[in-house]
């Protein structure tokens, strides 16, 4: 929307001539005067040098030119340059990239399309919206602070377009100065290279299957009674209901053995082509190189079908999952995420599930607000619906209880969506307010709730008292039969 995000200013460098050089004790006194974090000894070595040119300073601001001007020093010479300047500063630098000194893109937008910044006299126009942006940091920020997390993303996105209009990777970076180490954690990009295990999201797309391609009523009925065992594993649930669930109770309830159930009665065949269909299974396609591949178990076994159907041992981005849901939710059109913007949006044709399988998708997903897991997401005047996944770390091929991933992926108004919104937390511990909890709940549920709110009138997006709950004719349906 009009914003700048990163351009170049021509700006002064400083070399020195030392065969010019009049005084050159004086004029290293001086220079170090103007730079505090020049070395004395340094500076005057290369004022002393036999050398005809050597580099004092790069880039300096207004102010240090005419200091320098001061000195009154014919050897000192300026030379003039372009630098890269990021007026936004870190608040979407996972996104933007950064340049070298010598202006080449080093991540992001700026590495990704390099040769065009530099050769067209038009600007590169993203989808970004910086109003958007501000707090979509913000709460991910807060929920990180919280919780005393390790990291943390979220990205707000057009279901029907594919375009990315916020997104932000948590610890970020000073693009004016990045860090050198590569392996820093506010320099990993934890949007699109991160692959993580996601929980029971993943429930979403094997919910989605079954009722696609098995065309079962959600009448159906899976015994949850007893954990299920295979292969030396045991699955069980978070909190047992211990009796037979409909489909839309194993979903607001986030069932795995139901879950499990549903899985065995798709097959591997179908989940898996489904999976990919979605753009979950391989390398996803995007407008930066800092691009992850997902983690696919090899072989794939009729256990890892089971694991798989509830976020378990298979491990993706979050871009990756928040497109794939855009398309369950959007009427079940496919579509791409993307950063840079296009003169007329192109709406995606490739379909994926059937209008009906979208609207129930729609209906669990709010039930999972407005009765489920994700209450705490719930907002007045804006129905949210989505989908809850706490899911333990693989930590050097071991799950460790104490280190989780927290994630809720959701889409609003649910009953028509426009947007999909995500937010997942990193390593969350449970705080004075969360009863000893830190689960998606209530750790990344209650994000997601207060960006909405906040983003709703940016969107323009009244808030709608009178909407009409999608999720209450299924909700009945549930208590009605929940007792059989």
Known sequence: NGVLLATSLKTA???ADPKMILNPVDTAKGLVKIFPDMSYGEVLKKLQSEKRFVWIKRNLTPKEQKKILEIGEPGL?????????YPQGDLASHIVGYSNIDGKGQAGIERSFDNLLKTSDRPLQLTIDIRLQ???????NEAIKSFTAKAGVGILMDVHTGEVLAATSLPDFNPHAPS???NSPEMFNRLTLGMYELGSTFKIFTTAALLEKKSFPLSRKYDTTEPVRMAGHTIHDYHPEKRPLSIPEIFMVSSNIGTVHMAQDLGTDSMTKFFADLGLMSKMSFDIDEVGSPIIPSPWREINTLTASYGHGIAVSP???????????????KVNAHLVKQENEPIASTR???????????QLMRLVVSHGTARKANVDGYEIGGKTGTAQKNVH?????GKRIATFVGAFPIDDPKYAVLVMVDEPNPNAKSYGYATAGWVAAPAVGKIVSSVGSILGMKPDMDAVD????????VSEKGGE
């Open 13 to 15: 460098s400083l070399h």
């Open 77 to 85: 010479v300026f030379d003039y340059d372009y630098r890269r300047f």
């Open 134 to 140: 501000h707090i979509l940091r913000r709460e991910v």
């Open 180 to 182: 050198s180490d590569a």
């Open 319 to 333: 871009m990756q999952l928040i497109t794939a849901t855009s398309a369950i939710v959007n009427g079940g059109i």
């Open 352 to 362: 994926v599930i059937s209008q009906q399988t979208s609207l129930k998708m729609r």
């Open 397 to 401: 091929g071991r799950y460790d209880a």
């Open 470 to 477: 999608i999720s209450d004719p299924l909700m009945k349906f």
